[in-house]
């Protein structure tokens, strides 16, 4: 019974590799296998059961009418050719569901996606079932499993509905009863998917922060000479080195915020933040993109303190001018890039501090650079002609390296 099941199956992975479903049986070669070659026993003269075995189990297919075998002399069998017209019956047998069967049921899954208004999501349904009326498997690991792409795309749909920080446990729960389950199954084609299928430029490993869902709490910090009222206390940020730490939850209970400085200037990176010493200055570290609790404080400090001039203080790659585009379309602020120019980058190249680019920063570069990043075209040409990066960590790597050397000297 093992060998005529392999059999069958060794002969329908054949059939359906060769997408012969989709053509005539007067247009198919043979679909057939050769037997010592899916069994290499079969030619092992002195494994007896293995011959008798397998014999068997090819003359039972040919008795049953699914395949067809002629044996030399010697009572061997050299291919066994499959029955085209036979196909459904091998299907049946095998308890197994042909390829346009399994696309048929998965589309049946799409169905339940096909109303939803989120863009995104309707580029996923649109391309998805274009591909299995195509009778291809979708990517991402989903094959034409119908229960595992129901429950990703249940999850992204989820998530596109997110407008608060959710934390990745607390969702999970939510959606499977299990706190982990999203982490374990369904995470990483989740990710992948919201990244091909986002039209804003976002790292992948910040994709799922971009649509508000968190491994864990996240936090703006705020130094310098900045006053946060809440209902019944103030806080003095200039008093605190280091500043203050404020949850998305806090942030709602602001009630003004005042900056007794010329400038305000956000930050994308932590290290950056506590490197940054700028007189005359308020710093806020975001920590890449803001979420809606982060835009609405940097909406209300603006309307407080539309005096001050706003700058932004990124990493010197593509992400790090498309965040800053981000925030200015997405609060109304007019931030002014600092220290993201040709100059900040010759600097560190001169230091030895860049990193070469990927091939998809080059991508993102070359795609983004006279459209929504023109403002910064002259950068990025220099980016690409140099094969450089820099993260903004570097700016006191490159002030440490410069006392050593002149220790040193």
């Not at 607390?170 to 995470?187: G, I, M």
């Not at 000479?225 to 602001?254: C, K």
């Not at 956000?266 to 982060?294: C, F, P, Q």
């Not at 400090?301 to 790659?317: I, P, Q, V, W």
């Amino acid at each position: 019974m093992y060998y005529r099941k392999y059999l069958l199956n060794k002969l329908l992975d054949i059939y359906e590799r060769r997408n012969a479903f989709q053509k005539e049986a007067s247009a198919l070669r043979a679909i057939q296998i050769e037997v010592k070659k899916a069994y290499p026993a079969y030619a092992d003269r002195y494994n007896h059961h293995a011959y008798r075995e397998i014999n068997a189990a090819i003359e039972k297919l040919t008795a049953d009418g699914l395949a067809a075998a002629e044996p030399d002399d010697a009572g061997r069998y050299t291919k066994v050719r499959l029955h085209i017209e036979k196909v459904q019956e091998c299907y049946t047998r095998l308890h197994r569901e042909s390829i346009p069967k399994q696309c048929e049921n998965v589309l049946d899954v799409l169905k339940n996606f096909q109303g939803s208004t989120d863009a995104v999501m309707q580029r996923i349904v649109s391309d998805f079932t274009a591909r299995l009326k195509a009778y291809k498997k979708l990517p991402y690991e989903l094959k034409y499993d119908q229960k595992k792409t129901a429950e990703v795309l249940m999850a992204i749909q989820e998530i596109l509905k997110l407008k608060k920080e959710t934390y990745i446990r607390n969702f999970s729960t939510a959606l499977f009863k299990d706190s982990k389950r999203f982490q374990r199954e369904f995470r990483s084609a989740a990710e992948s998917i919201l990244f091909d299928y986002t039209e804003e430029v976002v790292e992948k490993e910040k994709i799922l922060e971009f649509y508000n869902l968190y491994e864990n709490p996240t936090y703006v910090l705020i130094k310098g000479e900045v006053q946060i009222s809440f209902q019944h206390s103030v806080i003095y940020a200039a008093e605190l080195p280091d500043g203050i730490a404020l949850s998305s939850a806090s942030l709602e209970e602001i009630k003004s915020i005042i900056v007794n400085a010329q400038r305000v200037i956000t930050v994308e990176n932590l290290t950056a933040y506590h490197d940054s010493d700028e007189k005359d200055a308020v710093h806020i570290y975001l920590g890449g993109y803001h979420n809606r609790a982060k835009q609405r404080l940097l909406e209300k400090l603006y309307a407080e303190n539309r005096s001050c001039t706003y700058f932004h203080k990124g990493d010197l790659d593509v992400y790090g001018f498309l965040i800053l585009e981000n925030l200015k379309e997405k609060t109304g602020i007019p931030f002014l890039p600092l220290m993201m120019d040709v100059c900040t980058l010759e600097r560190f190249s001169r230091a030895g501090l860049c990193k070469a680019l990927t091939a998809n920063d080059r991508k993102v570069i070359k795609a983004k650079k006279k459209t929504l990043l023109a403002a910064y075209e002259e950068v990025l040409e220099y980016m690409l002609e140099k094969n450089i990066k820099v993260e903004q960590e570097s700016i006191k790597a490159a002030e440490l390296l410069r006392s050593r050397e002149k220790e040193e000297f």
